[in-house]
């Protein structure tokens, strides 16, 4: 006798049916037509009309009948709140029933429903419950607090249930304390401020005794919460260590991985000199390698955590190689993650193995895994040097295979590996070029055009090869085509006399026939350098290369110490911060590996509270970043500012005066032509000491693109209103924590509207599309008020200029600082975070002119308590200047009195969520120190505010 | 936590949804059947999936595909793990894990989805807590509840839910006391083209059966304890006692479970039961191949390797088998395009081989992928690791128990490349 019995219909209707059958005088049928209910509710069904009907069945003393009338209730009081009414006295009177099942069920069950009318009457039974004598009930009404919290957190708030919740973490029995941990920790996540679990010596003891007790399940809760608490010396830090390390021999897999979580955290404070800590080190092993002989899913989640573990100690798994080898039924998520964890683990000691069983993937079936197997290849002759020629003739063996895609993979990986050993391996060149023809893919492509050219010297027919790529120019990507430019150029460099046509050609059908930019500047650029100073030329084209290194796989050090604090979560399986995730429902918490014992603490403490973006200089990635590029930075920067007028004439006396350039670079190469041509030896001079400037350029940020804010600060001068002070552009994020993206930016308001000017530099090696931007919710509303417009791909080394217009009308959350606003930035290779502050100047509104009557009565209106004091320095204005340059950012004067020689300026300021500012600045001839006082209703925007009126006034 | 789950066959049909919060819309598994078509093989989905509003943490067991529907940031772990619990009780409660049966016992389903979760947080999976709650179907129950119209849920209070041995119900009587033990060792290894291990290494299982009245309280010791440095256990082991003095000491659970788990680690010598001598080759041109294969004992000592299948996954172009074998039989699956090769008890006086052509699609180019074989065997009365237990202690009661231990070696995945 089956279920399935209730699925079958009758011709009558089948609600009809049932309701006789519910009605009925017989328990036995009663029964039997809820379970047809509840079979076909599981189904999807709609039988929400029999709500009465159930209803009436849940007074009764048979358990199983209660249940499955709970069960429906569940499923359907959302829909029929009034009848769910109906239910509530039952529920009330089973709260009190003597059996500690039926009083547990039943507070379980009313928490299930999710009506707000409901949740008033559950109040007084849940309190009961929470003090029951019995766990088993405790424990289900401490569960039960998390979901009223979920459906109505104020009225938790309100009922005191939170306090509650906290005193059982102390509980006798260890099931109602895990079961209290897991309720608060979910209560905690959706409200990131408040400290719900501060946890403390004493109640971090109580959780390690419940530990040893509670189910497999509350022990993940309970060492997930213990991995957040920050133990205050070594000594605690070991001795909880020492109580969790039982927890990696435990069957449950994810008990396993929490346990290594915490111990991977905690173990950071611990001084390395200790035995312990290499005991500890030891014994992480065998449980990570016991993970992957789990179901495949497990295997996953493992393999993707374990990444980020060999990242931060490679020395805990260095001998375990072999368990990453890759088996044939391995499903092909766990093959490309066991793949990506040999490659970093590989090294000299193990290199030979790898490279076998690398060789072995190259002919297995799955492209996508073949493919990566190639690659890793490449990765390998990086990562470990004495293996380089090793993995250079395995390549060229793959190679010879002739199947197309190994071939087109290893001539991508070749490329890399010569730009890490230049003039090492060249003799495989020639083999190289027997695969030409086979190659359909742009990026293979690129990579192989990108030999040609740099070693056009030591290939006897680089003319006709590049040539043959030539006659498709217009088919071709763009990836190709840039690269086809350029390699063409490097061989004009190096053979002049043959190639001139070569050049013109490709010169030309770049700049006139393309209709992409990128291509196009970039044409221009070698048009013009060619024809100015040809000895300039070949010092940029061909000078020398950084070389490439193995770092650009690894996950950057700020986040890598984020992701390890969070092992086991999703944050890890994505490796991704955790502020990335699962939306609105939590702020930003940083977690920090606490610094190790006996560490300079007073050096590095200040450092352990900030959020990352304060830190790591900017540099230029050394592995990224082709020189090609290199110039176009050089050609957006500095010139505009300095000679801008001379620029059109510029472009078209380039045009014809190529001719002349290429004479220079053939015959006599001191002839300099480029003297003839108007402004632009200035220009030529700019680029040939270019290799130079570059990395100055670069570095110190806030002078590339500073241009527009040096404008507005001429035009700043006495007794005029100015414009708005645009700070110059700051460097936002840096190229190495975004995979070679860099921005840099600023804010300005113009015309009343707020906008964000940025510099998107591309120093990856590919092509960067797809761009958009988001921001999370900031104190005052900021939101983009349109997409961001990059209209055109950012090819490697380009750098573009946008606008964001801005609006205020986004969602609002108070930042900390109040200015500060948090950016998520997507382009078509990732998602990258940066947050940056603003000037509060930014949100004075241009109506912010108060009426002098308003201005006294509110002055007086607000309480001295909301007066702030400051001194601005070294200001060498008088009051009508200052008066005058404040108004340019919105402040304004609405009166001035002069009492004993001292100039009294009372201004008002209008934020665009209409919070008024009023000020009074006190001016005194002769004293260069103003003195400001600041009053708000809101206190907490006045310390902005003051530093709006420095910045304005110094500036 | 887990906010639903929904239950998937490998058609794509959603055959049963539980939601432990509010509703949320099966429209939500439309990101799965995407992934899932991407996928191709079922086998290949990937176990997270990332939606707009939702991730989705699916496992494939049994064809059926368990999708749980989680919302805020919960450890991956722990859901794909309580899915296998929901897979195992299914399984254990009917006997197997299936959508017929799910649908035959769909109102058990139900209650047990129910007692095993609260508001996304697990409840009660312990099997033998969950039985005291709901008394898994049979013939015999069903009739007598229909007669005595009793029920099979129970109306109290599961004893072992709050003690703090939650695995054991207490006043559990037998007449007859007896525990037995398998020590099940499984070889996973890759073995290449000459023979040589690429890797090995040993999984093995103890599982128990035991049936005692009262709260016996056994210790198992080993002969050879210092096998095994990296153990899972059961959380009804004492790990102290194992760490002080490397033996097993527990109060069982009632029935059947799994003691302990471990692991024996590629760098210890796995012993290589069988050796495999093959040959797969295809020529250029004529759409045509050759296999031969010899399977031989290597390290078996003394015992015999029984239960012997060879399978092979042949490239795709592979359209038929045209062989030889000295013993067992073969079948050629053109669709799967698997071998296989059943060769049963291995006699080392006359090696099992399986020899001739095979047949290609007319036109199609030599296949580029090697094809790859999977062994499978069993060794009775052998733990290939060596892995002896030495005696089984019983304090707590009076009665003599009876006590037995078996031991069993089976190839995992146990793979040879060509």
Known sequence: MTDSKYFTTTKKGEIFELKAELNSDKKEKKKEAVKKVIASMTVGKDVSALFPDVVNCMQTDNLELKKLVYLYLMNYAKSQPDMAIMAVNTFVKDCEDPNPLIRALAVRTMGCIRVDKITEYLCEPLRKCLKDEDPYVRKTAAVCVAKLHDINAQLVEDQGFLDTLKDLISDSNPMVVANAVAALSEIAESHPNSNLLDLNPQTINKLLTALNECTEWGQIFILDCLANYTPRDDRESQSICERVTPRLSHANSAVVLSAVKVLMKFMEMLPKDLDYYGTLLKKLAPPLVTLLSAEPELQYVALRNINLIVQKRPEILKHEMKVFFVKYNDPIYVKLEKLDIMIRLASQANIAQVLAELKEYATEVDVDFVRKAVRAIGRCAIKVEQSAERCVSTLLDLIQTKVNYVVQEAIVVIKDIFRKYPNKYESVIATLCENLDSLDEPEARAAMIWIVGEYAERIDNADELLESFLEGFHDESTQVQLQLLTAIVKLFLKKPTETQELVQQVLSLATQDSDNPDLRDRGYIYWRLLSTDPVAAKEVVLAEKPLISEETDLIEPTLLEELICHIGTLASVYHKPPSAFVEGSRGVQHRRIPPRAGSVESAESPEVGQSGSSEAPPAVIPSQGDLLGDLLNLDLAPPTATVPSVQPSMQMGAMDLLGGGLDSLMGDESDTLGGDIGGSPSMGAGLGAAPTVMPAALGGAPAVGGGLGDLFDLGGGVGMPTGFYVVPKTLWLPAMKAKGLEISGTFARRGGIIQMDMSLTNKAMSVMTDFAIQFNRNSFGMAPAGPLQVLTPLSPNQTIDVSLPLSTNGPVMKMEPLNNLQVAVKNNIDVFYFSCQFPLSLLFVEDGKMERQVFLATWKDIPNDNEAQFQIKDVHLNSDAASNKLQGSNIFTIAKRTVEGQDMLYQSIKLTNSIWVLAEMRVQTGNPNYTLSIKCRAPEVCQFVYQCYEMVLKN | ?418
């Open chain 2, 1 to 418: 936590m887990i906010h639903s789950l929904f239950l998937i066959n490998n058609g794509g049909d959603l055959f049963l949804e539980k939601h432990w919060k509010s509703v949320i819309s099966r429209s939500v598994c439309d990101y799965f059947f995407e992934a899932r078509e991407k996928a191709v093989e079922p086998d290949n989905v990937p176990p997270v999936i990332r939606t707009p509003h939702h991730y989705l943490i699916n496992i494939y067991r049994e064809k059926i595909f368990f999708v749980s529907v989680i919302q805020t940031e919960v450890p991956p772990l722990f859901v794909i793990e309580f899915l296998h619990r929901i897979a195992e009780t299914f399984q254990d409660y009917f006997g197997e894990c299936s959508e017929t049966i799910i649908k035959d016992n769909v109102v058990i389903v139900y209650e047990l989805l129910e007692e095993m979760l609260d508001n996304g947080f697990p409840l009660a999976t312990e099997s033998n807590i969950l039985k005291e709650l709901i008394r898994p179907p049979t013939i015999l129950r069903s009739m007598v509840n229909t007669i005595t119209g009793s029920s099979n849920v129970g109306e109290t209070l599961p004893t072992g839910q709050l003690s703090t041995i939650p695995w054991r119900r207490a006043g559990v009587k037998y007449t007859n006391n007896e525990a037995y033990f398998d020590v099940v060792e499984e070889i996973d290894a890759i073995l290449d083209k000459s023979g040589t291990t690429v890797f090995a290494e040993i999984q093995g299982v103890i599982d128990a059966c035991v049936k005692m009245s009262g709260m016996p309280d056994l210790t198992l010791s080993f002969m050879n304890p210092r096998l095994l440095d990296d153990v899972s256990f059961h959380p009804c082991v004492r790990y102290k006692r194992w760490e002080s003095e490397r033996v097993i000491s527990f109060i069982p659970p009632d029935g059947n479970f799994q003691l302990m788990s471990y692991h024996i680690s590629a760098q210890n010598l796995v012993a290589i039961p069988v050796y495999v001598k093959q040959n797969i080759s295809f020529f250029e041109t004529g759409s045509s191949g050759r296999l031969d294969i010899t399977v031989g004992p290597k390290q078996t000592m003394g015992k015999t390797v029984e239960c012997l299948v060879v399978t092979v996954h042949m490239p795709k172009v592979v359209l038929s088998a045209n062989l030889n074998a000295t013993q067992g039989t073969y079948n050629y699956d053109p669709v799967t395009k698997i071998l296989l090769w059943d060769i049963g008890k291995l006699n080392p006086q006359k090696l099992p081989n399986l020899k001739g052509s095979l047949s290609l699609q007319s036109g199609a180019p030599k296949p580029e992928e090697n094809p790859s074989l999977n062994i499978d065997l069993k060794i009775q009365q052998l733990a290939i690791s060596g892995l002896k237990v030495n005696r089984l202690d019983m304090y707590g009661e009076k009665y003599k128990p009876f006590k037995g231990v078996k031991y069993v070696t089976k190839a995992g995945k146990f793979q040879v490349r060509t």
